[in-house]
Structures are given as structure tokens and as C-alpha cells.
């Protein structure tokens, strides 16, 4: 099973503010990984998938990079509605797993 | 737009069988792969499995032999069975369907919270 570790496990960003999550995973996921964010109360909700591609709907302020092991968000200007947990997910191998989690809390 | 439900008991006394029902509106059933994935309170995201609308599966071997799906065209809905649950199978699940592309998942349940309790 790849484990897929997030780091760190909270951030505190001012509004406005560029906000960057990593995620790494034990072994090569090549570029299929995603990221959710989850508020509280609601679903998960798909952001980027391979790696870099937002899904539809969703701000350009929102941008994925990385490949193999290593993965990145990046929010280049924290709105209110943004902050949340974010989460990342492998696809490449069985079992699809995620990471713990990044809180992204209001500093 | 596609809109998923979860329904099913938010009670199950341990060693029993968790089972929930996902009914999809807005599309069609067909030609997708649908999952279930579970959130402990509190804690992070476990795939639990999917399921094509032809029938096929796919589990995670952690949960292969408790876990049951099945699928039925007729309603727009799918199904988990999750047998001899124990406190440790208490979780938000959530039903969602795979993307297109590839297993990620682009549209979700609000989700039900499941509690194993006697």
C-alpha cells in the first residue's frame, strides 16, 4: 500500500496570502494524484487530478505541481471560502489511498 | 448535475452488517465506476471500494472480506454490505463516482454517519 503523507498537518495564512501544501507519497504515484478540500460538515470536493489539472469549476488561484513522490498545492490568494482541510490521493496503485490531511486555518 | 444520496441505518449493533444505499439523480448510472469511501470522526479518508454498473468490483484488500457491493440499473443505485462491524467501522461514509479518466472522484454524497454500538 503507498502511504501518501501530508505536510504540515496545519497552516495558519492570512487572508490574501499564498498558502503552499505538500504531499508526499513512499513511492512513485508518477502523476496521478488529487487533491479535495473538505469544510466542515460537507464532502470532499475534487480540486486537481493528474497532478495539475483543476476540475471543472474551480478558481485559477488553485494550482497542482509535482510528479513521483513529491506533490504540491498552491493557493496564490487565500480567500475565506478556501480555508478547510485539504486532502491528497494516489490513484496510480490499489489500494487508492489518501493523506492524513492539511488543516488550513485562518492565522 | 449529478447528485448523490446515501441512506441507511445511522445504528448497527457490532458483529451485525452495515448496509447503505447511494441513489444517483441528475445521470445515468451507466458507464461509470461508483465508490464508497469512509471518514472515521475526526480522522482522514479510507477507499473502501468501487464498482462498475456492469457489476464489476474492485475492494481494498483491508476490507475485501467484509465488503459486498452491487449495483442496480433499474433504480440509479448501488450498495454496500459491510459485515461484522465492530466500533472501529464507525465513519462518515460517502458514496462518489469515479471520474472518467481515472479513480478520482468527482462527485460525492453529503455522506451518513454510521455508529457501531450495542
Known amino acids: 500500500e503507498i502511504v501518501m503523507t501530508q505536510s504540515p498537518a496545519t497552516l495558519s495564512v492570512s487572508p490574501g496570502e499564498r498558502a503552499t501544501l505538500s504531499c508526499r507519497a513512499s513511492?512513485?504515484?508518477?502523476?496521478?494524484l488529487a487533491w479535495y478540500h473538505q469544510k466542515p460538515g460537507q464532502a470532499p470536493r475534487l480540486l486537481i487530478y493528474?497532478?495539475?489539472t483543476r476540475a471543472t469549476g474551480i478558481p485559477a488561484r488553485f494550482s497542482g505541481s509535482g510528479s513521483g513522490t513529491e506533490f504540491t498545492l498552491t493557493i496564490s490568494s487565500l480567500q475565506s471560502e478556501d480555508f478547510a482541510v485539504y486532502y491528497c490521493?494516489?490513484?496510480?496503485?490499489?489500494?487508492?489511498?489518501f493523506g492524513g490531511g492539511t488543516k488550513v486555518e485562518i492565522k | 448535475q449529478v447528485q448523490l444520496q446515501e441512506s441507511g441505518p445511522g445504528l448497527v449493533k457490532p458483529s451485525e452488517t452495515l448496509s447503505l444505499n447511494c441513489t444517483v439523480s441528475?445521470?445515468?448510472?451507466?458507464?461509470?465506476?461508483w465508490t464508497w469511501i469512509r471518514q472515521p470522526p475526526g480522522k482522514g479518508l479510507e477507499w473502501i471500494g468501487y464498482?462498475?454498473?456492469?457489476?464489476?468490483?474492485n475492494y481494498n484488500p483491508s476490507l475485501k472480506s467484509r465488503v459486498t457491493m452491487s449495483v442496480d440499473t433499474s433504480k440509479n443505485q448501488f450498495s454496500l454490505n459491510l459485515s461484522s462491524v465492530t466500533a472501529a467501522d464507525t465513519a462518515v461514509y460517502y458514496c462518489?463516482?469515479?471520474?472518467?479518466?481515472?479513480?478520482?472522484?468527482?462527485?460525492w454524497g453529503q455522506g451518513t454517519l454510521v455508529t457501531v454500538s450495542s
Open positions: 462518489a463516482r469515479k471520474g472518467s479518466g481515472a479513480s478520482w472522484f468527482d462527485y
Open positions: 441528475g445521470g445515468s448510472i451507466s458507464s461509470y465506476w
Open positions: 464498482i462498475y454498473y456492469s457489476g464489476n468490483t
Open positions: 513511492q512513485s504515484v508518477s502523476s496521478k
Open positions: 493528474d497532478a495539475s
Open positions: 490521493q494516489q490513484y496510480n496503485n490499489w489500494p487508492l489511498t
